[in-house]
């Protein structure tokens, strides 16, 4: 990239004296209730910041700025944010995301601090990071990978501080570190900053308190406060003499001479009159104006700045209500960027940018709660008096003020009804003064007041509909008061008043449709003389000139079919310049200049957005000491100079955004100007307005086919061999030629509205200009060659950088377009008409070769007739003659018709065969066969009936389809047809044997289904007498488990029956006490309980064995809860487990309903556990068998498993088929599991699987549907 040094040059001279022109104003403007000067703008997480805490900010040579966060590190260039974190598996990333310091080096290359991740270089040519890392086999690596603080040195060395208590410097060249002389300290394990002093020696700024390391870097020696006591240093700070500025963690600000001497301490004090003390004890971040203010970051009470004498601070909080403070109280960092604008890290909210321009800009503001300031945020009408303060009319409810923009308000008018001579009405919407020095004051719906020089007490002039002479309407929008002293009132919806001086009533000028020359309409927003005598008026229906003779209004109004005349006929405020040109502003048509020709007519020349104006929606005109106009409009103020060059200033440029009123306007004596808009007023001195710096473009990225691409050393097709801003060249192979090249202009003010023209050289004719919107160049199917693409860029009204910057492109060509493709092509076609050459001669010999061939074939073809015995025929069927060779010689036809066509031969043909021959021919004919075959009987020479094949194929046919030719053979086929009627005898008995053995094989077909319908009621009775073996298990078990709770409340009954019998012999005896009454009703109670819990136990295992049993005996489908329904089942299996070291784990979802078949479920779990308890588990040790539910969709999921023996996979493969069992001969059917398999897959209508493997258990895997019919997966 080339033509940036140039501009680069002389940056730091403009920021510098920016600043200077700038900051000087700013605390003074601060300091007036009610005024702000300093703005900011705030970037976060939103905006594209990885994390919102900012701890470090560098901006490198190229102009980027870099912040490092907690997550990531950003690089930002007023537009996006590219962000570069820590990844795992690229050795080229980031050291870590968490980033601790940044130091931007000369080359333009970045080193970044990480918190764990030790030290990363950035190459910016490459986009990539090299990593150092602490190692402790070596001694010249890291002594900490926890970065705390870096330093680039005036003489290049970079020194790095970590957490290792060991300074250390990097030599680039080797990439190693060395120590300082100083060796491993324990003050400086937390070194936090770093500056570097005039003489060369070092200022360290930590945790232990503040060195001054010697230029040797040998010897530390330590700074104290007044007490003595260690200071815990956070920033540093060195003003033009040499100073040294520290900033403490919760001590204030200490102030050192280039000695080392204490000078001053500052510290917060809430008792100090406001901006006499420092705002936060915890001080993070210094930095110096050069105008020698000094710029203050807290870490709890926002920013602050001194002034150059140290004695005044000035406060910059957040407030959540003004989208323009700073981001955040709790601050980290703060950098001033080379272009002069101030950058600040906060801890929770991303970073603020402070523009110093922006200062030229005073907001004049409403402060709740504070008399000084504009009671009311809309500022309607404004006026400067010769003493150069200013009357703000307001709106709702704020009345009339006079402000003096270095007090703030000094008296302010409201509306009293109880007063007649207060101010009319509370909306005050014009304000200007009369030629005797009288304020007049225009409002809506309270006519027009007049407040006399030096009086408090108004004059009325309202509407009197009894009076034709007051006032036309309440309802003024202004008051204007020409050369002569008539006076002009210009009302809301009447039209406009005249009264000439010394009248004491009003002449009404309103419209009158029926009277062509009356004023254009009702609404009058404007009145103004110019210095030729002529008197405008700005209507809502064009503009308008009065001629005071006549009395009549000369309409001037907007015609699309006339571009020099007005471009809106809604006209919103006049004004005429030095010159002596009138401006009107329109309300969506710009701004028009009217030009007078020599003859005396008019037009009119229109500046409106398409000429580059912020809006089409003008309030107010001015006229500034150059000779330049400054408009006031709905989105901000624009300047226009005599050029027509035109400069838009918008909120980020310290204006209202959300605009401005007509007619709101003034120019104050000392030549500042001063808008009225929605939010306030806005003042400024035009001379103080500083220009933009002119903006620095460069390409940003490059994409193919809308995909950005990464370097060649990532992605060899690449065709970057290194970052665009750096200069690299793009090399593109011959399918790469649709890129887009992506722009941008580091720059951090109102990037918005930088304006940028790119061409590239070679392909474009003519600059190519674009908005920021919009910063990207596109181009597809480029030819193969060379270019050159040239940016340029520039700012509203401003002139475009020079020179422009290039970058190198190259379009490979295709590998079939290349130079040494044309050779081999030149080669090719020299071969190519070699070979030519050669085939000719080849197709000439070939020609002859084959002409002799088909003779040869011809005479073959005769021969081959000849020797197969048929005939050729060949039909002409237009003429019906036929040519016959190789005849067959014992047919009649060859001796009886030698000449004659098909009619000649149907005669010969056996009267029985005839139809068939003429019906096949006639398909062929009309095209439903592809060819012509027919056998049948002709007479032969003896006159005997004998067979012939006779094929044949239409060989031509005309244009229309019809055939023209026939050709064919005719074979004997007397010989073939005898041996058809034999194979047809044969065939016949065939067919008779064939349903001989079809009827033996019927017989055995119906033995096997009875066998078959035997083997299914055998197998249904094994699956019953399964079930009732299941069934009758379950009765055992559960008559021993109800047995259990029964004989205990049987005891329980029988001992309470014996203390009853006992209790009634000592009340027959009368020897009864309270302690053994007592005991009785104990006893009793125990008794009833132990009775009632087993009760209770034995009516739950009832019910249990009530509902498997019933559902065992059925596979109706019912709705369960599935939970409740596997309890149940191993509640009932309950006394088979018992009589084993094994349980069963259950693990299912309550509240799982499900519609299912109870019973068939029962037999599948059961058959299960027995399965688990009789195969998988030894005798001397316990085992788990673990049941796990869960809901998969609309498929319910049972895994059983147990933690057995398991089983090889030979019988897994089995187990499944019926009658199979490892346990032959011990009791084991071999049907538990086929049974298991066939009530999942059709009862359930679900799936089984089983997974087994020795020594590691089985697992069976259930899915079935959740609802009825409803099969699984």
Known sequence: MRGRGRQARGWIVRAIALVLCCAAAAPAARAVPGTDAVRFHTFSTADGLPQATVRAIAQDATGFLWLGTQDGLARFDGYSFQVYRHERDDPWSLAESHVTALVADTDGSLWVGTLTGGLSHYDPDLDRFRTYRADRARSDTLASDNITALLLTRGGRLWVANTGGRLQWLDRTAGTLHDSGLGQRAALRMVRSMLELPDGSLLLGTLDGLWRLDVAATRLEQFHASDGRALDVYTLALDARGHWWVGTADAGMLHFDAGGNLVARYRHDPDAPPGRALHDDAVRALLFDPDGSLWIAGDGHGLARMDPAGVGFTRYTHDPAKPDSVAANRLYVLVRERSGTLVVGSWTNGFSIHDPRTQAFVHIESVAGDPRTLPARPVTGLHADADGTLWLGMTEAGGLVQLDPARGVVRRFKHDPDRPGSLAHDFVRHVTRGRDGSLWVSTIGGGIDRLPPQGNEFEHHRHDPADPASLAS????????????????????????????????????????????????NTVSAVLQTRDGSLWFATRGGLDRYDRASGRFQHLRARSDDPSSLSSNSISTLFEDSHGNLWIGTQGGGLNRRIVHADGSSSFEVIDTSDGLAAGAIGTIVEDGQGRIWVSTTVGISRIDAQRRIVNFSGRDGVQGLGYWTNSGALLPDGRIAFGGLDGATLFDPAHVAGRPVPTPMVVDLLLRNVPVHMRWRDPRSPLLASLWRGGQVQLAHDQSNVTFEFSAPSFGDTGSVQYAYRLDGHDAQWIQTSAARRFATYTDLPAGDYVLQLRARNDGGDWSDPPVSIDVSVAPAPWWSPSAWALYGLMAVALALLVSWRVRTNLRQRRAVQESIRSSEERLKLALWGSGSELWDVDLASGSMHRDNQLAHLAVSHDALEGGLEAYRPYVHPDDIGRFEQALSAHLRGDMPAFEASFRTLDTQRQWVWVLARGRVVARDAGGRPQRLSGTTSDANALNQALAALRTLNEQLESRVEQRTAALQNANA????????????????????????????????????????????????????????????????????????????????????????????????????????????????????????????????????????????????????????????????????????????????????ISVRLDGGVVCIDFGDDGRGMDEAVRARIFEPFFTTRRGQGGSGLGMHIVYSLVTQVLHGQIECDSAPGAGTRFRLRFGKDAGRPAG
């Open 1007 to 1186: 033995e096997l289904r009875s066998t078959l319908e035997q083997l299914s009621i055998a197998q249904r009775q094994l699956f019953e007498a399964e079930k009732l073996a299941s069934l009758g298990g379950l009765v055992a078990g559960i008559a021993h488990e109800i047995n259990t709770p029964l004989g205990i409340g049987v005891t329980a009954a029988s001992h309470l029956q014996e203390e009853a019998q006992r209790l009634s012999q000592r009340i027959a005896g009368g020897d009864l006490d309270a302690d053994e009454l007592a005991r009785f009703e104990r006893t009793a109670r125990e008794s009833a309980q132990m009775i009632l819990r087993n009760l209770q136990r034995a009516d739950r295992l009832v019910k249990s064995f009530k509902q498997v049993a019933v559902d065992q005996s059925s596979e109706e489908r019912r709705v369960v809860d599935l939970g409740i329904c596997l309890n149940e089942i191993l509640t009932t299996l309950g006394p088979s487990l018992k009589k084993t070291p094994h349980h069963v784990e259950l693990d299912c979802p309550s509240g799982l309903v499900v519609e299912t078949a109870p019973g068939a479920l029962y037999q599948i779990v059961s058959n299960l556990v027995m399965n688990s308890l009789t195969h998988a588990f030894t005798a001397d040790a316990a085992g788990t068998i673990t």
């Open 474 to 521: 309440d309802s003024v929008l202004g008051y204007y008061e020409d050369s002569e002293g008539t006076q002009w009132i210009a009302t809301n919806d009447r039209g406009v008043d005249e009264r000439c001086a010394g009248c004491s009533g009003f002449r009404h000028h309103a419209h009158d449709p029926a009277v062509p020359d009356s004023i254009s309409d």
